[in-house]
């Protein structure tokens, strides 16, 4: 399995479960059969609402002896309700209570967004928000660095940032994000932004790598693209006698990113890890290269409320 490394020697492996949309009732199942199959990287986070039953499964693998907690990659996430400078240590030993571990292997800021507080599920309005002035994203940043400090986390990064919102923390800090989690597959390769955080050192995890079929219609706009329809990539699943998904998942392992295909059914956490074997050769690459269309499945233009800070999700 390809690994990406750590400054300080630390790998995960480049493929995780990712658990984003994973019932409750389904997700501990989930976990244990992925680890008894050979995953050593698990991706969660406090809104997914999840992390209790996510939990239970670490706390049986690894009572059984065979697979140890530092075997296992664990990246959770810090929600935009908890940005502001006392809460952000409080939302994590919340996240560790419910994952039950002493520490993350990864924290991440979620989204480059406050909310109030109090607001537990989505904003209704610019009122729900905080502004970038009364809590600037490096207030947040600077909880995180002392989480790591503390062994609370032993890696801290961010999710969903742009390379402007990237470049404009790096500017305020010497201690820079290690990871940027953000959507990407055939459909929004993010070339420039891949180029970026590999210049400085910001490894990138891949979401939604399969185009998130499951997601609340709300979320859903009409007529999506289908990646795992595609024609090119099912055409490349044949040659290689594997699945849609197969492919979608070792392409972005070979652009060097990880990736976090989620799944509760046991022969896709199976058949998903098994991508790895597959070798995609140059010109399976270049034509996938060629699907790039900019098409976001999950966008944070929802949180572009008018008259609140967060104008500019996407500014590049
Ligand atoms: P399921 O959990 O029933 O396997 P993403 O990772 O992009 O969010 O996509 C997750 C969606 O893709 C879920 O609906 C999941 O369903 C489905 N899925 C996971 N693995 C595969 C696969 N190998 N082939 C097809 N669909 C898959």
């Known amino acids: 399995m390809k690994q990406l490394k750590f400054k300080n020697g630390d790998s995960m492996d480049a493929i995780g479960l990712g658990t984003w949309k994973s019932d409750k009732g389904k997700v501990t199942d989930a976990v244990r059969i992925a680890l008894e199959n050979g995953y050593r990287h698990i991706d969660c986070a406090a809104t997914y609402g999840n992390e209790k039953e996510v939990g239970d499964a670490l706390v049986e693998v ?19 309700n908890a940005h502001k400078k006392e809460d952000v240590i409080p939302a994590l030993k919340k996240t560790l209570e419910d994952l039950q571990l002493e520490y993350l292997d990864l924290y991440l800021i979620h989204w480059p967004v406050a909310f109030k507080p109090e607001i537990n599920g989505f904003p209704e309005g610019p009122d729900d928000y905080l502004s970038l002035e009364e809590v600037p ?18 890696h801290i990064g961010v999710s969903n940032f742009s390379r402007q919102k990237l470049q404009r923390l790096m500017a305020q800090t010497d201690h820079h994000p290690e990871m940027n989690q953000v959507e990407m597959h055939p459909y929004l390769q993010q070339k420039n932004l891949l180029e970026f955080c590999n210049k400085n050192s910001i ?33 490349i699943a044949e040659k290689h ?4 998904g197969q492919i979608l998942i070792k392409w972005s392992v070979q652009r060097g990113t990880a990736v976090i295909p989620k799944s509760t059914n046991e022969k896709r956490i199976k058949e998903n890890l098994e991508s790895d074997k597959i070798q995609l050769d140059e010109k399976d690459m270049k034509k996938i290269a060629d699907l790039d269309r900019h098409y976001r499945y999950v966008t944070g233009k929802f949180f572009e409320v008018e008259g609140n800070s967060y104008q500019n999700i996407y500014d590049d």
Not at 65 to 74: D, F, L, T
């Open 203 to 235: 490894r990138v995890t891949a979401y939604s790598p399969l185009g998130s079929g499951d997601r609340p219609d709300n979320l859903k706009a009409d007529n999506e693209p289908s990646l795992l329809e595609n024609p090119v990539i099912k055409e």
């Open 241 to 244: 006698e594997a699945s849609a």
């Open 137 to 154: 994203l490096i207030e947040t940043w600077n909880e995180m660095i002392k989480a790591q400090k503390d062994g609370l986390v032993k």
């Open 62 to 80: 690894f009572g059984k002896g065979e697979i140890k907690r530092k075997e296992v990659w664990v990246t959770s996430k810090l929600w935009n």
